[in-house]
Every structure is written in structure tokens, then in C-alpha cells.
């Protein structure tokens, strides 16, 4: 069996083409994707801010074989971000992730003496 990590992943994107009625609904549900939104899921959490409706980010917790690495969490994590913003008839553009690791992340811990 592969050894599987665990990534975290963040797909950025820009609203692209929305109708009236995605940027209604975009515009009156803003306090639910706003910084306290933010969370690491499998199925992703969507956040941005209304003012200008421009970027958005989604957050998602991926995981797969090692060997795949971190370009393929990225890529899962991508597909994932666009069958939900599909699914909820929002137009977007310009999908790119940055994935970390966090079977491989350095932790610093400070000593018992510091805390």
C-alpha cells in the first residue's frame, strides 16, 4: 500500500461572467464566507470579501499518495473547487493553488523554558 500525506490546500480564483442573480446571492450571503469562514475541509470552505466581488480562495484538506506529491493535491483540489463552483452556478477564472504538506512541514517548537 502507498503511503498517503496529508495536504492542505488553497485554490485561488476571480469571478468571471457571474449572472445578476449569482452575484445577488454572491453579494447577500458574504457574512457566511467572510475570514471567520475559513476552514480546511475535504469539502472545501469558500471565502471572499464583497467589496469589490473580485477574488475568491476556497480551502480544502487533500489526501492521496505521496509519490503523486504536492502538483497532484494541487490538481485534485482544482477539480474539486471547480465542480462546486459549477454545481452553484458561479462563473470564475485563473484557478491556482498552493498546496503544503503537513506530513513533511517542519514544526518549531519553543523550549519548556519559553512558554
Same mark, same amino acid.
Given at each position: ?5 496529508? +495536504?492542505? !490546500? ?11 442573480? %449569482?452575484? =445577488?446571492?454572491?453579494? /447577500? @450571503? ?29 480551502? +480544502?484538506? !487533500? ?11 494541487? %490538481?485534485? =483540489?482544482?477539480?474539486? /473547487? @471547480? ?33
Amino acid at each position: 500500500m502507498n503511503e498517503q500525506h496529508t +495536504y492542505r !490546500v488553497i485554490v485561488r480564483g476571480t469571478w468571471e461572467g457571474l449572472t445578476e442573480q %449569482a452575484r =445577488a446571492r454572491l453579494l /447577500a @450571503e458574504a457574512a457566511e464566507h467572510g475570514m471567520a469562514s475559513m476552514r480546511f475541509s475535504e469539502e472545501g470552505s469558500l471565502s471572499y470579501e464583497p467589496v469589490p466581488l473580485k477574488h475568491f480562495s476556497m480551502r +480544502y484538506v !487533500v489526501v492521496s499518495d505521496a509519490a503523486d506529491g504536492e502538483e497532484m493535491a494541487g %490538481a485534485i =483540489a482544482e477539480d474539486r /473547487a @471547480e465542480t462546486a463552483l459549477r454545481e452553484l452556478g458561479y462563473g470564475f477564472a485563473g484557478l491556482k493553488s498552493t498546496v503544503t504538506d503537513l506530513d513533511t512541514m517542519k514544526i518549531n517548537r519553543k523550549p519548556a523554558s519559553r512558554r
